[in-house]
Antibody, heavy 117, light 107 residues
C-alpha cells in the first residue's frame, strides 16, 4: 500500500523558514516523481514544484521560485520542501503527492503552516 | 501556462441525479487531464486519469470523457458521499496546472 506520511503542523514567525517532510512507503521511492501542492484557506490547488528523486532534478512553478526548495533523501525515502522568508500569504496546507501511473496518484495528509507573530 | 476553466463553479443537485462537470483547456492537451475529488478537510483523491481511465477502488458511477480542449467528468446517480469539490488537472505540460474546481452541493 502506497503511503505518504507528512510532518506535523507548523506555527512560524514572519520572515522565518520552515522545512517539512514527506516520507514515502509502499513503493520504490526513486521510481517516481514527487510533487508539492499548496492550498490556501478556502482556495483551490496550486502546483509548487516537482522533484525526481532518482536524479535529484527539480522543476518549479515560476511563482514559487525563490520561495520553495525541494530536496529528497533516497536513503530514508523522504522528500522535503523548505519555504523561506515566510509571510501571511504562505499560510496554507501543503501536500506532497507522488506519481505512479498518473501524476498525482497518491497524496499525503497535508501539513498546515500558519505564519503568525 | 495552460489554463483550465471549470464550469459550473457550483452545482446544486439532489441525490439520484446524474451530473456532468466541465473542464476546458486553453490549448489542446490530448487526453492529459485528470480528475480529483476533495472532501472537506481531506486530501484530494484521484478519480479518473488520462481523461477516461478508471482508477482502482473508485466507484463505477464516476466516468470521464473528452480530448483536445473539452473534458467532462460524469457522475451517474449522485450519492450523498459525492458532495465535495472536484478539480481537473493537466499533465500535458510539466508545468502542471489545476482548474479552480466545481463544488457539488446538496440542493
Amino acid at each position: 500500500e502506497v503511503k505518504l506520511q507528512q510532518s506535523g503542523d507548523e506555527l512560524v514567525r514572519p520572515g522565518a523558514s520552515v522545512k517539512m517532510s514527506c516520507k514515502a512507503s509502499g513503493y520504490t521511492f526513486t521510481d517516481y516523481a514527487m510533487h508539492w501542492v499548496k492550498q490556501s484557506p478556502g482556495q483551490g490547488l496550486e502546483w509548487i514544484g516537482t522533484i525526481i528523486p532518482l536524479i535529484d532534478t527539480t522543476s518549479y512553478n515560476q511563482k514559487f521560485k525563490g520561495k520553495a526548495t525541494l530536496t529528497a533523501d533516497k536513503s530514508s525515502n523522504t522528500a522535503y520542501m523548505e519555504l523561506s522568508r515566510l509571510t501571511s500569504e504562505d499560510s496554507a496546507v501543503y501536500y506532497c503527492a507522488s506519481t505512479k501511473s498518473a501524476p498525482f496518484a497518491y497524496w499525503g495528509q497535508g501539513t498546515l503552516v500558519t505564519v503568525s507573530s | 501556462n495552460i489554463v483550465l476553466t471549470q464550469s459550473p463553479a457550483t452545482l446544486s443537485v439532489t441525490p439520484g441525479e446524474s451530473v456532468s462537470l466541465s473542464c476546458r483547456a486553453s490549448q489542446s492537451i490530448s487526453t492529459s487531464i485528470h480528475w480529483y475529488q476533495q472532501k472537506s478537510n481531506e486530501s484530494p483523491r484521484l478519480l479518473i486519469k488520462y481523461a477516461s481511465q478508471s482508477i482502482s477502488g473508485i466507484p463505477s458511477r464516476f466516468s470521464g470523457s473528452g480530448s483536445g480542449t473539452d473534458f467532462t467528468l460524469s457522475i451517474n446517480r449522485v450519492e450523498s458521499e459525492d458532495f465535495s469539490i472536484y478539480y481537473c488537472q493537466q499533465s500535458y505540460s510539466s508545468l502542471y496546472t489545476f482548474g479552480a474546481g466545481t463544488k457539488l452541493e446538496l440542493k
